[in-house]
């Protein structure tokens, strides 16, 4: 599962980025805490 996350956070947090429920960057900061930077900007913007 280190190796998905480690090379789909960047595309996970731009699919979600128009999400109307911005908790699903709650959940991916849960599974994958090593990328949690990259989720918060993305949950942000």
């Avoid at 911005?22 to 993305?42: C, F, M, N, R, W």
């Amino acid at each position: 599962m280190k190796a998905f996350f480690d090379t789909k956070y960047l595309e996970l947090a731009e699919i979600f980025r128009n999400y109307q429920d911005k908790s699903v960057y709650q959940l991916l900061i849960t599974v994958d805490p090593a990328h949690q930077t990259s989720y918060d900007e993305a949950r942000k913007n």
